[in-house]
């Protein structure tokens, strides 16, 4: 072979794989994963979603790639990394970390699919039109924790009977922070309990919170599903500890980190199903035909090791309805 035609050859084979290579990539459909939360504290959220999308059949690396992006806490980043995803042309958005990636998503396609996870009430927010009918091109997984922030102040109570002050946490970015912020306040007026809003929408705004809980005389604080906090887990478990604060939060995984108690859905299993979701859009389905899923069981979690930290007594009555004790 001559010398010319060996590096005609060469050079056409340089050629032919990068082609083959994005012709392969073409036939196999992308997942735009956006989430406000970050990568670390996440893992456990993307195996439940991964898990998901593996029931519907649906398997990455093998019939599936997925594309991440993260705001980590900075919704501000999120309508950049949504046009980003919209770029590359994704064949189904997952909206991860409730509000903030669901409205970014939103405003970012009208045609690609978005599937949502952990939104609370996303009628109200104009997310979908309708809960059983959501209509265009997106529908998701509901959890409505603002409705539970009474029901987080009466638990709350119950491990510090004394207290008539439970201060309730909200980020004033978030798009729910008007919801989170009259929800809890009115029903605990029922209780004979005053609950101040904190604002904190950063990690100096979280440090200024909890340590004004002394001069507020609050004996516990309420801190609601919200994907800034929840960015934050560890960090507002230990500010709990070091003011030594009773706290009820929403999610299972802050007891699992060591907060004091929790009351909520699962959220593990909200991105399963918004996993399964994708997979079903993947094989054909439309999302304006798949309802809006909301959780139907809300857990109570305890973890007693923190509770005896803070010297708390944990009445017989509310451990015998506590659907895990952490010990």
């Known amino acids: 072979m001559r010398r010319r035609e060996f590096i005609s050859l060469l050079g056409g084979a340089t050629v032919a794989w990068p082609l083959a290579a994005r012709a392969q990539q073409a036939a196999m459909p992308v997942v735009g994963f956006l989430s406000s939360r970050s990568p670390g504290e996440s893992t456990y959220v993307v195996a439940a979603f991964r898990r998901g999308m593996r029931e519907a059949g649906f398997i990455e690396g093998e019939n599936l790639a997925i594309a991440f992006r993260w705001a980590e ?87 510090v009977p004394a207290t008539a002050i439970i201060a309730y946490l909200v980020n004033p970015s978030s798009p729910s922070a008007d919801l989170y912020s009259k929800e809890a306040p009115a029903a605990a007026r029922a209780l004979g309990i005053a609950v101040p809003v904190l604002n904190a929408g950063t990690e100096n705004g979280l440090d200024d919170a909890f340590a004004s809980l002394a001069k507020l005389g609050a004996g516990g604080i309420v801190v609601p599903a919200e994907p800034f906090f929840d960015s934050q887990r560890d960090r507002i478990v230990a500010l709990s500890a070091r003011y030594a604060v009773p706290a009820i939060y929403t999610w299972r995984e802050y007891a699992v980190a060591g907060g004091l108690m929790t009351y909520g859905p699962s959220l593990t299993d909200s991105y399963r199903q918004a996993g399964i979701y994708v997979g079903r859009i993947l094989k054909g389905e439309k999302p304006a035909d798949l309802p809006v899923m909301r959780p139907t069981k809300f857990d109570l979690v305890i973890n007693l090791r923190t509770a005896k930290t803070l010297g708390l007594n944990v009445p017989d009555k509310l451990l015998a309805v506590a659907d895990e004790v952490i010990e």
């Open 73 to 159: 806490g900075r919704y501000d980043r999120l309508p950049t990394l949504a046009a980003e995803l919209v770029d590359l042309r994704v064949a189904v958005l997952f909206a991860a970390g409730g509000q903030p990636s669901a409205l970014a998503a939103k405003a970012a396609t009208a045609t690609i699919p978005v599937v949502f996870s952990a939104i609370n009430d996303p009628v109200a927010l104009g997310v979908v039109a309708n809960l059983n009918r959501p209509g265009g091109n997106v529908t998701g997984m509901a959890v409505f924790t603002a409705e539970l922030g009474a029901k987080s102040v009466e638990l709350l109570k119950q491990l």
